[in-house]
């Protein structure tokens, strides 16, 4: 069966935790203490440690390119950061829930995926849109 607009990918639900955003730092080298201490988030308005924008937009990426099962077929990738994502210290850390599905397809194989990031029942991208070169 060919993929139509209006298809749904399969959903995807994703812990963060504290441990992954110190792992993720290291790697980005981004060490902004918004992502790790909690007296500085806590003094520049925030709720709490939040999770690295970047770091939330490359696990919604995961749900298409779990999807497709080749990363290599990602064409395009883009978002909007609306929302925090914000990271208890505790075991668990916080719960994201990743949805997407087929937009619009176009010329050469090519389609647009809509995605959505949710925390808390809020959404945390925004326009978030992949395209993508179908199989």
């Known amino acids: 069966m060919s993929p139509a607009v209006g298809d749904e990918l399969p959903p ?3 812990q963060v935790t504290r441990d992954q955003l110190v792992r993720y730092a290291g790697a980005s080298l981004d060490f902004n203490p918004i992502h790790w201490n909690e007296r500085f988030a806590a003094q ?3 709720p709490d440690v939040i999770a690295h924008g970047m770091l939330t ?4 990426g995961r749900v298409v390119t779990d999807w497709l099962g080749d990363p290599g ?3 395009e990738y883009f978002a909007r950061f609306t929302r925090p994502v914000v990271v ?3 075991a668990e850390g916080a719960t994201v829930d990743f ?3 087929i937009g619009e397809l176009r010329d050469g194989g090519l389609a647009r995926i809509d995605i959505t ?3 808390d029942g809020k959404t945390v991208l925004g326009k978030a849109q992949a395209v993508v070169r179908l199989p």
């Open 12 to 14: 995807l639900r994703i």
């Open 44 to 46: 520049v308005g925030l």
């Open 57 to 60: 937009m490359a696990l919604a």
């Open 73 to 75: 077929r990602l064409v």
């Open 88 to 90: 208890p210290n505790d």
């Open 99 to 101: 949805s997407a599905k």
């Open 117 to 119: 990031a949710k925390f």
